[in-house]
């Protein structure tokens, strides 16, 4: 099961995730502090925080939540983030703040979502530029991504999900 947590998003419809990933999923309804989180100094909000918000929770339901905000996202020497994960973990976050809007919006976002809880099953950036799990540091990488992983990735995401005991809802 694949958890979706909206933190402050204009997202009108958090569903839209579960149209193109493969998983079964629920959006959570809660309330989260975030004061916390926003790091004046900066003008932005630490990344950091939602993905141990989304992880703690991840924990308590023994499964994967997946965090997504307007807000801008930083962490540790990056500038900003798209997203972030806990590498073999249960939580991830994505940032819609600098992805865009309308359709180019949900495209980002989908491929952000996918590349995140790829790397929460543990994979690892991709050499292949095509593959959503390579490294984005720009909208235009994001853009010239696929949706979806490449055959090398996909193969080891599929083993890795079969020893977490997860299952793709095709």
Request: aromatic fraction near 8%; charged fraction near 35%; hydrophobic fraction near 30%.
């Amino acid at each position: 099961m694949l958890y979706m947590l909206p933190f402050e998003t204009s997202v009108e419809d958090p569903n839209v995730l579960s149209e193109e990933i493969p998983f079964k999923n629920q959006v959570l309804e809660e309330h989260v502090e975030l004061e916390d989180m926003y790091d004046p100094n900066r003008g932005q909000y630490k990344g950091r925080g939602y993905l141990e918000v989304c992880s703690k929770r991840g924990e308590k339901l023994d499964d994967i939540v997946i965090g997504l905000t307007d807000h801008d996202l930083f962490t540790g020497h990056l500038n900003f983030i798209f997203g972030l994960a806990e590498k073999d973990g249960k939580g991830c976050i994505i940032s819609t703040h600098r992805l865009g809007d309308g359709e180019k919006m949900k495209e980002r976002m989908i491929k952000e979502a996918v590349h995140e809880i790829g790397h929460v099953v543990g994979l690892e950036h991709c050499s292949n530029r095509r593959c959503v799990m390579h490294f984005s540091n720009s909208l235009l990488d994001t853009d010239k991504k696929s949706k979806w992983y490449c055959r090398s990735c996909e193969k080891r995401f599929e083993s890795l999900l079969k020893k977490r005991r997860i299952f793709l809802d095709y």
